[in-house]
């Protein structure tokens, strides 16, 4: 398996640079220039590690962090930022961060803090990323997008796989709303709000055939996905 990191970076020339220098080393590397988009690229595949610029447009680094943290509390995220002053690490720190780097730096040493977080987290590239899940009754394959029951496939959108998927992650827990949005759409306001509740009576249907399955609106918090324990 190989390894798959998340890149966030406005500067574009600097962007490309980082990303062909890993790309090298033999990581899988999504860049993404700005927050909101590597938030919703973060759900959309499953990582290995971040790296995020702080001063970006939209969503900074460090609400970045704070988001993705809200859904993955293990993964590796490294802060790059112009900033030296003792109050902006400890807010980095503060928000999720693992490691921090102070531009201008040498990819080098980049390279080696990244292979310092990979070692201390004991990332194990051999063992391969799982794409289909139980559910109840139903095999949810997040990889072709469907959900299989007996005889029956029911093919997902993207976004209705997921909803899903990170429901499953927390499932028996309350998914707080906002999570949800920000993962799927990278905002939480009013009329992506009114988007989601269409999805989630969509996938009540998809899994009604499986009366075990229950997906309950917990008014004013989120959703939870409650599923028998095996």
Same mark, same amino acid.
């Given at each position: ?13 600097? =962007? ?25 690229? @973060? ?34 995220? +490294? ?12 807010? =980095? @720190?503060?928000?999720? =961060? ?19 977080? +990979? ?13 289909? @899940? ?8 997040? *990889?072709?997008?469907? +959900? ?15 909803? +899903?998927?990170?429901?499953?992650? @927390? ?37 009604? *055939? ?21």
């Amino acid at each position: 398996m190989t390894i798959r990191i998340l890149l966030a970076e406005d500067d574009l020339n600097l =962007g490309f640079v980082i990303s062909d220098q890993l790309k090298s080393d033999g990581y899988l590397v999504t860049l993404a220039t700005d927050g909101t988009d590597a938030l919703k690229r @973060f759900n959309e595949q499953k990582y290995h590690l971040c790296v995020f610029d702080v001063m970006m447009p939209r969503k900074d680094g460090f609400t970045l962090a704070r988001d993705i943290r809200k859904i993955d509390t293990e993964i590796p995220i +490294l802060f790059l930022t112009a900033k030296t002053m003792t109050d902006d690490k400890v807010e =980095g @720190f503060k928000s999720g =961060g693992d490691d921090y780097l102070t531009k201008p730096f040498s990819v080098e040493e980049l390279q080696l803090r990244i292979k310092a977080l +990979l070692k201390r987290v004991n990332i194990n590239t051999n063992i391969p990323e799982e794409k289909i @899940f139980a559910i109840g009754s139903y095999l949810f394959d997040t *990889e072709n997008l469907n +959900l299989k029951i007996g005889g029956l496939t029911k093919s997902l959108t993207k976004k209705e796989a997921q909803i +899903l998927k990170l429901l499953y992650k @927390f499932k028996n827990q309350v998914l707080p709303r906002e999570v949800i949005l920000n993962a799927v759409w990278g905002q939480d306001d009013y009329f992506v709000g009114r988007s989601l509740d269409v999805f989630i009576t969509k996938l009540r249907k998809y899994l009604k *055939e499986d009366d075990a399955i229950l997906l309950n609106n917990i008014h004013g918090v989120g959703f939870k996905l409650e599923v028998p324990v095996k």
